[in-house]
């Protein structure tokens, strides 16, 4: 089977529904109108016009030509009557990194696959012991990450229920919170806790130096901004914390000491500093 790799097309404002043009004329040449009204008769008499040798493929980066030749289980001369176009769209969406997928069968003798693939934005640990994931913008665990270099991905903490290859909104907080640190001059993070505390206190974030900042819900770009200009002043008092609590409108609640041992009790922790703008709850 001749495979053409085309162009992926440039995203518009309408994402993957700007796709369908783009798609179909990748494979629109050749199609005659009259073929398709005289198919049957073509079928039994002529049955090499109707059958598969070509397949258009769009948007294909991470995913080689061969490994969708072997999902779509097509070879040449496969006849096209014989093409179940949603079943083929069903079987590439089985592959890792295919988010989504569809499929156009143009006579004669063509195929046109669009794929839509899945950008690893962040890592994830699930199960126990837990294991790296690649988490997609959708919040989707999409391929173990094995002994791939994840440097410069956020890990993110989640659910202990959270399951591979299932979209969780959870899981889809904590990649907004990975990509919102971004836009923020913040040393690097360590985890982005989106799941094993109580809901008010998350989302929350593990600083490099072990420090845990609680973002909780709601306001995160003010909040990434307040925590980002109170480390950038380099405080002793915030380098010596070991958490640093955003709950609090602009009051930034510091506390310091030993973490507790059990380390569920963070937020009962002992001391706080008078510093303007920083203190304990009252």
Known sequence: MRVTRCPTPRARSGGWSAWPSSWLAAGAVGVGVGVRASEPVVARLRPELLAVERLALVGAERVAPAEVIAALGLHAGTPVLAVDAPELRRRLEAHPWVARARVALLRPG??????????????????????????????????????????????????????????????????????????????????????????SRLPALVLGSGTRVTLGPGELDAKLARLAALLA??????????????????????????????????????????????????
């Open 110 to 199: 063509r195929v046109v696959v669009a794929l839509e693939e899945r950008e690893p934005v962040a890592v994830v640990l699930l199960g126990s012991p837990p294991s790296r994931w690649w988490l997609d913008a959708e919040g989707v665990p999409f391929l173990p990450v094995g002994t791939a270099d994840a440097r410069g991905h956020a890990v993110v903490v989640g659910p202990e229920d959270a399951k591979p290859r299932a979209a969780d909104a959870r899981l889809a907080e904590g990649v907004a919170v990975a990509r919102a640190l971004r836009t923020h001059a913040l040393p690097p993070v360590r985890e982005v806790l989106v799941g094993r505390d109580a809901p």
């Open 233 to 282: 002043a380099g405080r002793p008092e915030v380098a010596a914390a070991f958490e640093i609590d955003l709950r609090f409108g602009d009051r930034m609640v510091l506390r310091s000491g030993p973490p507790p041992a059990d380390g569920g009790g963070v937020a009962a922790a002992s001391g706080g500093s008078p510093a303007p703008g920083l203190g304990t709850p009252g």
